[in-house]
């Protein structure tokens, strides 16, 4: 499979080498100095674009190569609430558009837990949830996209939460989540349920982000040849 790699850095880099060991071919990379490729020949004549950038370059990214005929499948979080306008236009534009907060495939056995967990704890009131999660300096949205994935599925299946608020302040209706940078950390998620006489809590711990490339690569594999939209669940049929 012919894979382009939007976004060139630590986790770029280590997608390109997944994606090498797993027999494809990388026929273009993107960053910011040369976003003059999405109009070459090169980057036309990939299968599937594997995008990973900021907030603030995701959307257009995502736009530039879909309006180019190339499926891609996406990794950034902290611009998603412009993610259902590219959901339409890969529809009508007849290519594949893959995103979620999270490619590890065992942080989507934790969302599948945390939902689960979620309807269990709905019956006990005494029991207040909250979320920490911690990643490495570097990351520029807080929380992170897959807190807030935890956290939304939280709010709809336990009845006393209305909303998330980031900080550790609870307050009536509310889930809190603490969000802490900490050097290199590829990324921790938690939650708890608290209560006068104990706690439950559920943690996830990523070693290294080799984790997310081998999923955003299955992903790239997943895509190829569809259209529309998918996520993590159609993948791993959950």
Same mark, same amino acid.
């Given at each position: 499979m012919k894979i382009a790699i939007i976004g060139y850095g630590k986790m770029g880099h280590i997608i390109e080498q997944t994606a090498l060991q797993r027999g494809h071919e990388i026929v273009c990379r993107i960053d910011k100095e040369n976003l003059q490729d999405f109009d070459s020949e090169a980057f036309a004549g990939a299968d599937v674009a594997i995008e990973f950038s900021t907030p603030g370059t995701a959307f257009d990214n995502i736009r530039r190569a879909m309006r180019r005929g190339v499926s891609v499948v996406? +990794?950034?979080? +902290?611009?998603?609430?412009? %993610?259902? $306008? %590219? $959901? $339409?236009?890969? +529809?009508q534009l007849k290519v594949g558009l893959f995103w979620t907060s999270n490619f590890s495939i065992g942080v989507n056995i934790f969302f599948e837990i945390n939902r689960r967990l979620a309807e269990l704890m709905n019956r006990f009131g005494q029991y207040s949830p909250s979320m920490r999660e911690v990643h490495h300096i570097h990351k520029l949205d807080a929380p992170s996209g897959t807190a807030i994935s935890l956290a939304n599925d939280i709010i709809q299946r336990v009845d006393r939460t209305e909303r998330w608020q980031l900080g550790t302040e609870s307050a009536p209706g509310c889930l809190p989540i603490e969000a802490v940078r900490d050097g290199e950390v590829p990324g921790t998620h938690e939650v708890c349920y608290d209560s006068a006489v104990d706690s439950i809590c559920i943690r996830h711990e990523a070693k290294s982000r080799e984790g997310f490339a081998l999923g955003a690569v299955m992903a790239a594999e997943f895509i190829k040849g569809r259209q529309g939209f998918y996520s993590m669940n159609d993948l791993l049929g959950f």
């Open positions: 996406s +990794g950034t979080t +902290g611009w998603t609430d412009r %993610l259902p $306008q %590219l $959901q $339409q236009e890969a +529809g």
